[in-house]
């Protein structure tokens, strides 16, 4: 939603989705938020706990029932498996999305890899149109007066047109720009740590045709998973940008992470809130 600086500090029941790449700060913003009057609503938890859960657990069930022991034990119900997903810890989220490569080095064959890649892509839909929902209950149930979207990184790459336009109309949309020094940072600790990641898949299929010529690897089973992470971030980082820069510009506002940096306090995020708003008034 579009709001003056007079709207904004009238508005009784804030509600704000926050955008951005992982590692802008989204989370952090959050969790300091919701230790006062802030529900703290995390897509990437939703989608963990709600629409891919099953397919976390039987992931991890078919890696078990290649042990013995395990397979056994699963089998006559002896043992059970279950998620210990947190805001805080979202690892079977990440495992589940896996990477694309090498079985050797636990990489994904590509029909698998894009499978697991759209179930995501259905649940960060689902989880984003929970939103209103949970704005609802953050205030009618536990007493919270506002509410905190921290969406996935990968929200700019919906493609929905739909979602957007519905977050739009419940919240206003906030995104965090990277500056260049951290934009550096970002993809330095890309390279030092690759993580799952999700991609569109015409994105996908356009970058790992030209990683394919350039590496000379006939099968996408002969790819060092970690190492196309690497080669692949930095390219989906700047693809990424002008997609959020449309976002912010149709639907809300632009924050940096210098200026995120600078906040302590609910107050200090007030501000910093007006000052966008007054930048694109």
């Known amino acids: 939603m579009k709001l003056s600086v007079e709207q904004f500090r009238h508005w009784d029941h804030k509600a704000i989705t926050l955008l951005g790449m992982s590692g802008v700060g989204k989370t952090r913003l959050s969790n300091m938020l919701c230790r006062s009057e802030w529900f703290h609503y995390s897509g990437d938890y939703r989608i963990g706990t709600r629409y891919l859960d099953e397919a976390i657990l039987d992931n991890i069930r078919l890696q078990a029932m290649q042990v013995p022991f395990l397979r056994d034990l ?16 979202l690892q079977p989220v990440s495992s589940f999305l896996g990477k694309l490569g090498n079985p050797e080095q636990d990489g994904l064959p590509l029909k698998e890899f894009k499978r697991r890649q759209e179930l995501h892509h259905q649940a960060e839909i689902s989880a984003m149109r929970d939103v209103p929902e949970f704005i609802r209950k953050a205030r009618e149930i536990y007493g919270y007066p506002h509410f905190i979207n921290d969406a996935g990184g990968s929200v700019c790459e919906l493609s929905d047109p739909q979602t957007l336009e519905l977050l739009a109309r419940h919240t206003l949309i906030l995104y965090i720009k990277a500056s260049e020094q951290d934009e550096k940072e970002l993809i330095r600790r890309a390279a030092q740590a690759p993580k799952p990641l999700y991609y569109r898949e015409a994105f996908l299929d356009e970058q790992l045709a030209i990683y394919m010529k350039e590496h000379q690897l006939p099968y996408v089973a002969m790819i060092d998973p970690d190492e196309f992470v690497r080669w692949i971030f930095p390219r989906l980082f700047n693809s990424r940008i002008p997609r959020y820069d449309a976002i912010a510009e149709q639907y809300g506002y632009t924050i940096t992470t210098t200026e995120l940096s600078q906040v302590q306090s609910d107050d200090d995020f007030f501000a910093l809130v007006e000052t966008a708003l007054q930048r694109s008034a």
Do not use: G
């Open 74 to 89: 699963l089998r006559n119900d002896s043992i059970y498996i279950e998620n210990n997903i947190t805001v805080e810890n």
